[in-house]
């Protein structure tokens, strides 16, 4: 009896133990890209589109080889004028998915350490409070570009981590 009951106890605590580890949530990006830039600007922004499967997490920071520093921005209309603005994150709720897009939210590359042209790939890796980092490729697109639509994916299909 004793050994059925220490078993059962094990079996028990294991249980637990899987239950504690739901399936994290996945972040995937979509449509990403950056707009080719003159010979010596200092800065740059990527576009791209975030949505998570389940739960909710938070964009907290992105990083670049290709720049100094990378923050998050968004456009506020302030007295009539639209003003950049740095956030601190970007809050993401499963089923609603978040696009970063020009005049609107995204990510400023800061200090340029060379000038983006089209067809060239910036790697970006972003920091979500949950779901860790996640590494995109983001292609560089002509200097008035715009976000993909509908089934057009821009030929990228979505990372996922």
Same mark, same amino acid.
């Given at each position: ?5 220490? #078993? ?6 294991? =249980? ?23 010979? =010596?600007?200092?800065? +740059? ?8 499967? @389940? ?14 520093? !990378? ?16 956030? !601190? ?16 939210? #995204?990510? =400023?590359?800061?200090?340029?350490? @060379? @000038? ?15 779901? +860790? ?19 057009? @994916?821009?030929? #990228?299909?979505?990372?996922? #981590?």
């Amino acid at each position: 009896m004793k050994f059925f009951a220490k #078993h059962l106890a094990l079996a028990s605590l294991s =249980m637990l133990a899987l239950t504690g580890m739901a399936a994290a949530a996945t972040v995937t990006v979509t449509e990403p890209f950056s707009r080719a830039t003159a010979p =010596m600007a200092k800065v +740059g922004a990527a576009f791209l589109t975030l949505a998570l499967d @389940q739960g909710e997490d938070k964009l907290l920071s992105a990083s670049s080889p290709a720049a100094e520093k !990378a923050e998050l921005h968004n456009h506020v209309m302030e007295n009539g004028v639209a003003q950049m603005r740095s956030v !601190a994150a970007i809050p993401l709720v499963a089923g609603t998915p978040v696009q970063l897009q020009p005049g609107g939210l #995204h990510i =400023m590359l800061i200090g340029l350490k @060379q @000038q983006l042209k089209a067809g060239d790939a910036v790697p970006l890796t972003l920091n979500f409070e949950k779901a +860790g980092a996640v590494s995109v490729s983001v292609p560089v697109k002509g200097p008035g570009a715009r976000p993909a639509t509908g089934a057009d @994916q821009g030929g #990228h299909n979505g990372h996922q #981590h």
